[in-house]
């Protein structure tokens, strides 16, 4: 009888691919491989919130270059909300996100272990692939082409406690609050007034939010609370299930104010066991949605979150 070892050498022999693959693998494990050694472990902590914020770098040059419209543009805040939504799409276990202007914030599950939850590999998958997204989406919305290609940087924060996530992301639509009324005004005096700039700034400098908003009503007749919501609250993506379509998944785009209780209690997925609520419009389903749904990118109807991205 022959040996074992007289059949295995047969069938390496016999078998070039299964031969290729141990040289490569002896190949690897040479003398250099000391290197990996300082390498860092970036693991992060285990049931911690991760958030990843990406924004985008010098998009005040960027906006002007492509002329965007004062103060909002609103195809080229859903060129951010069709990127964000693709970032979704290849981590379902993103339970929000939450964009304005040029920055979006991914909030993963506590239990995610999406990429073994290595801190380098989570940031950089999600901002490559959301700046990727956001050229491949940008002749969908915006009619004017790319002059050069825009840039995101990316970090990375951890929240202990659903507390401290919900701080955070009110303190995101904060801002949102702050800057849309000060630049609604500004540009406002600019574009309605034919102030300078510099003028612009001098009249506002020192104003609260109640001068504001009545500079707004007394001089141009404008309510800014009856202003699109996207612009005042900025954009909340979840993902839900569409009562018209029969219960597809999507990536739903909500404009609503997460800062107060009521928002919590309504989308109790977020913080609770993680299964899609249901969506239903009245006006109709936004374009974002009907995009998805046409395209066939729908998500997977099964509650359990999962990644189609790879977690080595």
Not at 47 to 67: A, E, L, Q, Y
Not at 196 to 203: D, F, G, K, P, Y
Request: hydrophobic residues 35%; positive net charge; aromatic residues 12%.
């Amino acid at each position: 009888m022959r040996s074992l070892g007289f059949l295995n050498n047969l069938f390496k022999f016999s078998n070039p691919t299964f031969s290729l693959e141990l040289s490569i693998r002896r190949m690897a494990c040479s003398r250099f491989e000391y290197v990996k050694s300082f390498e860092q472990d970036d693991s992060i902590l285990p049931n911690v919130w991760i958030v990843i914020r990406v924004d985008g770098k010098k998009f005040h040059k960027f906006s002007k270059t492509h002329d965007f419209e004062k103060p909002n543009d609103e195809n080229a805040l859903n060129v951010m909300n069709a990127a964000a939504t693709a970032v979704m799409q290849e981590f379902r276990d993103i339970v929000l996100a939450y964009g304005q202007s040029d920055e979006y914030s991914f909030v993963f599950r506590k239990e995610t272990t999406a990429f073994k939850r290595r801190s380098a590999k989570l940031l950089t998958y999600v901002t490559s692939l959301f700046s990727s997204s956001y050229v491949m989406q940008w002749p969908r919305w915006k009619s004017v082409p790319l002059a050069y290609a825009p840039c995101f940087d990316g970090r990375v924060v951890l929240y202990p406690s659903d507390e401290n996530l919900r701080d955070y992301l009110s303190w995101r639509q904060a801002d949102v609050h702050v800057n849309n009324l000060y630049n609604t005004a500004f540009w406002k005096l600019v574009l309605g007034k034919g102030l300078s700039n510099q003028q612009a700034e001098e009249r506002l400098r020192g104003t609260f939010s109640a001068d504001k908003n009545e500079l707004l009503f007394q001089e141009f007749g404008i309510n800014y609370n009856t202003l699109p919501a996207m612009y005042r609250k900025g954009t909340i993506l979840l993902r839900k299930r569409v009562v018209d379509r029969k219960g597809r998944q999507a990536i739903v785009p909500l404009h609503e104010d997460l800062i107060s209780s009521q928002f919590w209690k309504n989308h109790t997925e977020i913080l609770g066991k993680y299964v899609p609520g249901s969506y239903s419009s009245p006006d109709g389903l936004p374009k974002l949605v009907e995009i998805q749904l046409n395209d066939n990118h729908s998500e997977q109807e099964d509650d359990q979150p999962q990644n189609k991205a790879d977690i080595s």
